[in-house]
């Protein structure tokens, strides 16, 4: 699965969109990216995933530029409960087991 | 739903002690995934299985042992516990395809002194 590169933090003001970056130069076109969080000491929450096109659901719009080789997750409207630690991960379409391979994440605090 | 339960929620081992960590979902998923999470760090995948009965190493299965022999239960054991496996242990399942999304449970905090 391909390696994906994240700021180590970022701040956010509440009711402001948070937009967090995802750099993943080396994935192939089989690959589709996915974002996760993780809220402190609780286990990690789905968020959002897409291969090519925009995506939005309830929680969040997923941006793939043309050439995939970067993504950013927007909350459009970022609650201090946003605060928490975003991973954004690659993975192959129907590798074996749908393994995830998280990074270190992005550090996201949202401020009053 | 209950969703992903694991037992115990904390746990203190001494060292060359064993235990099981217990999982069990009700979404009657076909996957299911043990993670280990150190100070710092994102998850690293210990062990994981695609359907009852089966089962297949991750990134970090050394020291580590896992069954399936109930869709819903996934158990993770140690043999012989060491310092270095003191860590947070997460579960996670996802349904009948590579590609869904995974539901973790809360973690079982456990130290190995």
């Known amino acids: 699965d391909a390696k994906t590169t994240q700021p180590p933090s970022m701040d956010c003001a509440e009711g402001r969109a948070a937009n967090l970056p995802c750099n993943h130069s080396?994935?192939?076109?089989?690959?589709?990216v996915y974002w996760y969080r993780q809220i402190h000491s609780q286990g990690p929450q789905y968020i959002i995933h897409?291969?090519?096109n925009n995506e939005t659901n309830e929680m969040a719009s997923l941006i793939i530029t043309e050439d995939r080789k970067s993504s950013t997750l927007i909350l459009p409207h970022a609650t201090l409960r946003d605060t928490a630690v975003y991973y954004c991960?690659?993975?192959?379409?129907?590798?074996?087991?749908?393994?995830?391979?998280f990074g270190q994440g992005t550090e996201l605090s949202v401020k009053p | 739903n209950a969703g992903v339960t694991q037992t115990p929620k904390f746990r203190v081992l001494k060292t060359g002690q064993s235990m099981t960590l217990l999982c069990a979902q009700d979404?009657?998923?076909?996957?299911m995934y043990w993670y280990r999470q150190d100070p710092g760090m994102g998850l690293r995948l210990i062990h994981y299985?695609?359907?009852?009965?089966?089962?297949a190493k991750g990134e970090v299965p050394d020291g580590y042992n896992v069954s399936r022999l109930k869709k819903q239960n996934f158990l993770l054991g140690l043999e012989s516990a060491a310092p270095s496996q003191t860590s947070v242990y997460f579960c996670?399942?996802?349904?009948?395809?590579?590609?869904?999304?995974?539901?973790f449970g809360p973690g079982t905090r456990l130290t190995v002194t």
């Open positions: 897409g291969l090519k």
């Open positions: 080396t994935i192939s076109g089989n690959e589709y």
């Open positions: 996670a399942s996802s349904g009948d395809s590579s590609m869904r999304e995974q539901y």
């Open positions: 979404m009657n998923h076909e996957y």
């Open positions: 299985s695609v359907g009852e009965g089966t089962t």
């Open positions: 991960i690659v993975r192959v379409v129907y590798n074996q087991g749908g393994k995830l391979i």
